[in-house]
C-alpha cells in the first residue's frame, strides 16, 4: 500500500479529484464495445491487462489489485508502441506489486474513458490508487526506471 507515502512528495499531481471518483457516482460509462476485454478479478497480473468501458471500472474496484500503472494510447501512434512492448517486459517482474493496464484511446471501448479522464497525448501514464488518479511522475519511461517506481510505491 501507499502508508507512510505521500504521492505530492514523488512528484504527483492528484488528476481532479473530486470529478474523476471513477468508482462512485460522479462518473457513468456506457458500454460500447463490440469485443469486450476480458480481466481476471481476484488475482495479481502477470501481464498488461487490456481495459475497455466494460472492464476499467471493475479492474479498478478489484482489491487484490489496488495499485495500477495504466497506459493510455492509440493503435496508430508510433510512441506508444515502444512503451508498450517495456510494460509488457516488466510486468512479470511486478505481480503483486503493481497492476499494469492499457487503453486504447482510438479504439470506440477505450475513446470513452480517454475523453472522461481528458487524455489528449499519447502516450500517457496515469497512476491509480483507492480512488484517485495521479499523473505518472517522470518522463523515464524505461524498464529499469518503470520497475523501480513501482517498487517504490508497492512498499508498506
Not at 89 to 96: F, K, N, Q, R, S
Amino acid at each position: 500500500g501507499l502508508s507512510g507515502i505521500n504521492p505530492k512528495e514523488l512528484g504527483f499531481k492528484m488528476l481532479y479529484p473530486t470529478i474523476f471518483r471513477l468508482l462512485g457516482v460522479g462518473c457513468i460509462f456506457t458500454a460500447t464495445a463490440a469485443h469486450p476485454a476480458e480481466i481476471r478479478l481476484g488475482e495479481p497480473h502477470s501481464t498488461v491487462q487490456t481495459l475497455n468501458v466494460d472492464t476499467f471500472r471493475p479492474a479498478l474496484n478489484d482489491p487484490v489489485n489496488r495499485l495500477w500503472l495504466l497506459k493510455f494510447g492509440a493503435a496508430w501512434d508510433a510512441w506508444s508502441r515502444p512503451l508498450e512492448k517495456t510494460l509488457d517486459t516488466i510486468a512479470p517482474d511486478l505481480v503483486g506489486k503493481i497492476a499494469i493496464g492499457k487503453v486504447d484511446c482510438s479504439a470506440p471501448d477505450g475513446k470513452e474513458i480517454c475523453e472522461e479522464l481528458k487524455v489528449v497525448n499519447y502516450p500517457t501514464i496515469i497512476v491509480y490508487h483507492d480512488g484517485d488518479f495521479f499523473k505518472y511522475p517522470s518522463w523515464r519511461r524505461d524498464a529499469d526506471s518503470m520497475i523501480e517506481f513501482a517498487e517504490r510505491m508497492s512498499k508498506p
